[in-house]
């Protein structure tokens, strides 16, 4: 099979210089009306600073804030994947009970506001039940190097707590989407699979595993990859319970400079090329699964 080629359309080219004439324009009305002083030579030092005493460049408040919301994306994709897995495919059990413990979470989570989530975890999980679990005292005792490790991992030992909480918040209230996703991807495979495996003896729990698990995961990873950008982009909102993530850097840094259209101008463009990565990416796997399917088929 071969790629289709991009073509730009005479209707994009419109398209595309509109957008541009109107950020033009948004830029003029910025610098007319409101007489506003742009300080773009500024933006750099709060991306990299340079460490007189190592001689070498490190990263300042906006790039340490991106660091933190790409590891807080990660570790919250892959536990929302777990629990939207183990949700999901009680969503589809044929026991009752099963099905309104799954159905349940969706609809609890689903129908709340995350804001309400994130306080709701940070209160009661930051300060319950983690000092409850000891978390501190099992911070407190870790050597050098695993005080480190633990920093690039997550987060610095005196910001653990919340990182954990905004980390489970943003879990939970994903694995809710990631559980209809695997939901509608096992009930996408087609009865004859079921009738299939059931003919030739094996039980549900080999049927699910052996047959249909393997057919929906190749239908279930585009959505499920593209859930994780949801979830870059949602992480934001834990700049509420003041972690440093890219966006609580950002409204430090505009509080401190009143740099504002440069700071978010700036935010959004790191956003942007995170996500935008992301998409690229999910497109390179939806097309890669869809030639593997085609070849399957031949």
């Known amino acids: ?18 957008v541009a004439a109107a950020g033009i324009y948004l830029a003029y009305r910025i610098q007319a009306g409101l007489q506003y002083r742009w300080h773009w030579s500024a933006i750099p030092q709060y991306l990299f600073r340079f460490d007189t005493v190592a001689g070498s460049w490190k990263p300042n408040m906006l790039i340490l804030g991106l660091l933190t919301t790409i590891r807080l994306s990660i570790w ?23 099905r309104l413990i799954g159905g349940t979470y969706v609809e609890i989570v689903r129908n709340l506001p995350p804001l309400v989530l994130v306080f709701i975890f940070y209160f009661f999980i930051g300060d319950q039940i983690l000092p409850a679990l000891g978390a501190e005292r099992l911070v407190s005792g870790l050597s050098g ?53 059931a003919a030739l003896g094996f039980t549900k729990s080999q049927q699910m595993r052996h047959i249909v698990l393997p057919q929906a995961v190749q239908r279930i990873l585009p ?31 505009m509080a401190t400079t009143y740099f504002t259209f440069e700071i978010w101008i700036t935010i959004t463009g790191l956003y942007l090329l995170l996500t935008l990565s992301c998409s690229l990416a999910v497109e390179r796997l939806e097309i890669r699964l869809r030639k593997g399917r085609t070849f399957g088929h031949n």
Do not use: C, H
């Not at 099979?1 to 509109?18: C, H, R």
């Not at 919250?76 to 099963?98: K, P």
């Not at 009930?187 to 079921?194: A, D, F, K, R, V």
């Not at 834990?238 to 993530?245: D, K, N």
């Open 223 to 253: 959505p499920l990859a593209g859930q994780f950008i949801s979830t870059i982009k949602d992480s934001a909102i834990v700049s509420v319970i003041s972690i440093q993530e890219l966006t609580f850097q950002g409204m430090e840094l």
């Open 76 to 98: 919250a994709a892959l536990l929302a994947t777990i629990i939207g897995t183990v949700m999901g495919l009680l969503r589809v059990s044929s026991g009752l009970f099963n």
């Open 145 to 197: 190097s695993g005080r480190s490790l633990l920093e690039v991992l997550f987060a610095p030992p005196a910001l653990l707590v919340p990182f954990l909480s905004a980390l489970l918040t943003l879990a939970v209230f994903e694995g809710a989407y990631m559980t209809e996703i695997v939901r509608s991807g096992i009930q996408s495979i087609e009865t004859g699979q079921w009738e299939a495996a």
């Open 1 to 18: 099979m071969f790629e289709k080629k991009i073509k730009i359309t005479v209707l994009d080219a419109a398209v595309l210089l509109i």
